[in-house]
């Protein structure tokens, strides 16, 4: 893309109207910015250690583990040293790479939930042909796509976004560089981009979720008719901790982008708990109900020395 900008960094103002608070701001967003990397670390250790977790619906879930790591550390890092005291500004190139990592990883992640989901869907539906169609070469085709489809939508809207002219003012209204705040510094009609970037930002999760819907459609459908209540009990325990996953990372996006009137201090907050609390709350939540992830897990710490042996 070309730079046609005077503006060589930019200043990030912070969340709104929370001046004065730092240090509370940097002890909590730090506490769950540690808690999350502790907890994804775990997870791919349970999962990578584990010979009985070297499945399709695991190898989904490893990979939804390194994305939970990568997607907070786009912005927290960066939040937490001004936070902290030291300098707002970040380079024009570090703007447009956070812009680009953060779509980056948001839409890969959410194409993934869409494979995690008709994972689900071919596991209850279709379980005798399971390993068929869920081979390691169809696993590995979904999981290279996901990424491959989120790196061009993220192309796409940091293209869109710095092909624009910026020379002044350089103060991002935000803790992150991100579409909407960078728009509004721009020296130009963007009008146009603007319902562009929306459509696209919108439709693309619009679309995974109603491909999300079909497949739990299906599978409550299918679950139903389990005649064993020990087998419905133990198909709809495997699938509600994926569907809280899912609600969790769609429901900020729904706040964010379907509000009448946007609210500058109320999209901070709701997009500071889509990129620290909902990848911190997901090896909990795929954790805490599933009995192969715990028992490994505990044989993980135990290697580590932090569990006693009996456990």
Not at 137 to 161: E, H, K, N, P, Y
Not at 266 to 281: E, F, G, I, K, R
């Amino acid at each position: 893309m070309r730079n046609r900008s005077v503006v060589t960094e930019f200043i990030l103002l912070g969340i709104p109207h929370t001046e004065g608070l730092e240090s509370m701001f940097f002890v909590l967003f730090l506490s769950f910015y540690v808690f999350t990397l502790i907890g994804n670390l775990l997870i791919l250790l349970a999962i990578v250690s584990s010979t009985r977790l070297h499945t399709p619906m695991y190898f989904f879930l490893c990979k939804l583990s390194i994305f939970d790591i990568f997607f907070p550390s786009v912005s927290s890092p960066k939040m937490l040293f001004y936070l902290s005291g030291n300098s707002r500004a970040i380079s024009y190139t570090g703007c447009v790479s956070q812009l680009f990592f953060y779509h980056f990883l948001g839409c890969t992640e959410c194409f993934l939930y869409t494979v995690m989901a008709y994972d689900r869907f071919v596991a209850i539906c279709y379980p005798l042909r399971y390993t068929v169609i869920m081979s390691h070469r169809v696993c590995a085709i979904l999981a290279s796509g996901t990424s491959f489809f989120g790196c061009i939508q993220a192309i796409f809207l940091t293209t869109l976004t710095f092909q624009l002219p910026y020379c002044g003012p350089n103060e991002v209204d935000y803790y992150f560089c991100d579409i909407p705040v960078m728009l509004k510094l721009a020296c130009a009609d963007t009008s146009v981009l603007e319902m562009v970037g929306l459509i696209s930002v919108g439709l693309m999760p619009f679309s995974c979720f109603l491909l999300i819907l079909t497949s739990y459609s299906r599978i409550v459908y299918s679950i139903l008719q389990i005649r064993s209540a020990e087998g419905r009990r133990r198909a709809f325990s495997t699938c509600s901790a994926h569907f809280t996953a899912i609600l969790l990372f769609y429901m900020p996006v729904a706040v964010i982008y379907l509000q009448p009137t946007p609210k500058p201090w109320l999209n901070a907050t709701v997009q500071v708990l889509n990129n620290l609390v909902t990848p911190m709350l997901n090896p909990l939540i795929y954790s805490l109900r599933n009995k192969e992830v715990k028992s490994s897990l505990r044989k993980v710490l135990h290697q580590f020395c932090f569990l006693p042996e009996q456990l």
